[in-house]
C-alpha cells in the first residue's frame, strides 16, 4: 500500500468511527514535497501575487479539466438500495391509496426482485390494462432518468462551489506544463519551500497530493449511508483530491479549502518563493519586470534551457542560459 493510499484510507472513512485524522496530516506531512512550483503566464495578475507573495484560490469550475472536483452519484444503485429496504413514507404513501395486503404484497417482492423499481411499477400498475403497462413503466423510468441525471448534474455543479483550489507541481521541468501553464514558455515559474512547515501550518495541513484514478469521484455510497449514525464529513472533500490519469504527468499537489470555508475566489498569503524560473521564450521586458520585483524581494532567479541532446530542461543562471 503507498503512503497515499494510507492516507486515504485514515482521512476518507465512510464512518467516522474509523477516522484518524491526526495520523493522517502527520503521515501526509511527513511526504510532502521539499518544494512545490507555480507555473504563470505574464500578466498583471500574476506580477502582482509575485509581489505581493499571494497565490489566488480558484473556482474549479475555471479549471481546464471539467472532471475537476466532480461528484458522481449512481441514482439507479441508490433506488435500487432504496426500494429493497423501502423508507416509512413511501410506504405510508401507498397505504393511504392501497389495501393493506396489496402494501404488504408490494414490499414481498420489492424485497425479492433484482430489479426493485420494476418490481414496485408490476405491482403498482397491475391493474392497468396490459397494453398500456408497459408503456407506463417507460414513461415512469424516462421521468425517472431525466431526474436523477439532472440531480446529479446540479449537486455535483453545487459541490464544485465549496471548493477553493490552487494548483502546484512538484517539477519544474515539464515540457507540457510550460506549455499549458506557462504561456509556451513565455511564462515562469515560481518555487515555495514546504521544508520548514509544521503539521498544524495552514500551507502544509490543506496542502494535499492528487489521486489520479480511472474513475470520477463516487459518493453514492457516503449518501446512502448519511442516514447512520456516524457518516464522516470529511468524506465528499476527497472529491477535490481526484482527477484523471491522463493528468499523472503534473505530479500536482494542490492548496485546497472546501465547505464553502472560502466564499469567493481570493488571494491567499504565502511565504516570500525561494526561487522564480523564467520560460525559455520570455521576452525581454517580461524577463525585466521579473527580475526588478524578484531583485527588490531578493529572490534568486534563473532561466530554463532546452538541451539540444536529449528531451530535458534545466535551469541555468541568466547568463548562461541567454548565451547557450
Not at 417482492?109 to 411499477?121: E, G, K, P, Y
Not at 446540479?154 to 494548483?167: I, L, P, R, T, Y
Request: hydrophobic share 35%; glycine share 2%; net charge neutral.
Amino acid at each position: 500500500m503507498s503512503w497515499i493510499d494510507e492516507f486515504v484510507e485514515m482521512l476518507f472513512p465512510l464512518d467516522a468511527s474509523s477516522l484518524r485524522i491526526e495520523q493522517a496530516f502527520t503521515l501526509k506531512h511527513q511526504n510532502l514535497p521539499k518544494t512545490v512550483f507555480k507555473y504563470r503566464g505574464v500578466n498583471k495578475h500574476s506580477l502582482k501575487n509575485l509581489r505581493d507573495n499571494t497565490i489566488w484560490l480558484a473556482d474549479p469550475r475555471s479549471f481546464n479539466d471539467p472532471y475537476d472536483c466532480s461528484v458522481f452519484v449512481d441514482f439507479d444503485r441508490m433506488a435500487k438500495d432504496l426500494y429493497k429496504n423501502p423508507p416509512r413514507e413511501l410506504i405510508e404513501r401507498l397505504t393511504k391509496h392501497l389495501p393493506a395486503q396489496r402494501v404488504i404484497d408490494i414490499q414481498a417482492a420489492m424485497r425479492n426482485a433484482d430489479n426493485t423499481q420494476d418490481a414496485l411499477l408490476d405491482e403498482v400498475l397491475r391493474d392497468m390494462p396490459a397494453e398500456k403497462i408497459e408503456v407506463a413503466k417507460a414513461a415512469l423510468k424516462a421521468i425517472n432518468t431525466m431526474t436523477y441525471h439532472d440531480m446529479a448534474s446540479k449537486s455535483s455543479e453545487a459541490f464544485k462551489n465549496g471548493f477553493k483550489v490552487c494548483s502546484f507541481s512538484a517539477r519544474k521541468d515539464s515540457t507540457l506544463m510550460w506549455s499549458h501553464y506557462a504561456d509556451y514558455h513565455k511564462g515562469f515559474c515560481i518555487e515555495y519551500s514546504l521544508e520548514n512547515t509544521t503539521p498544524k501550518d495552514f500551507l502544509s495541513r490543506f496542502m494535499y497530493p492528487v489521486i489520479y484514478s480511472e474513475r470520477p469521484f463516487d459518493a453514492t455510497d457516503n449518501i446512502s449511508n448519511f442516514a447512520e449514525k456516524s457518516p464522516n464529513s470529511l468524506y465528499l472533500n476527497k472529491a477535490g483530491l481526484i482527477k484523471s490519469t491522463d493528468w499523472e504527468y503534473e505530479r500536482e499537489w494542490r492548496l485546497i479549502f472546501s465547505n464553502g470555508v472560502m466564499k469567493s475566489e481570493q488571494a491567499y498569503d504565502m511565504p516570500t518563493p525561494t526561487a522564480v524560473y523564467l520560460g525559455s521564450h520570455i521576452s525581454q521586458k517580461d524577463q525585466d519586470d521579473i527580475l526588478n520585483i524578484c531583485k527588490e524581494k531578493g529572490i534568486p532567479v534563473k532561466k530554463m534551457k532546452h538541451s539540444p541532446s536529449v528531451f530535458r530542461m534545466e535551469a541555468l543562471d541568466i547568463n548562461k542560459a541567454s548565451t547557450g
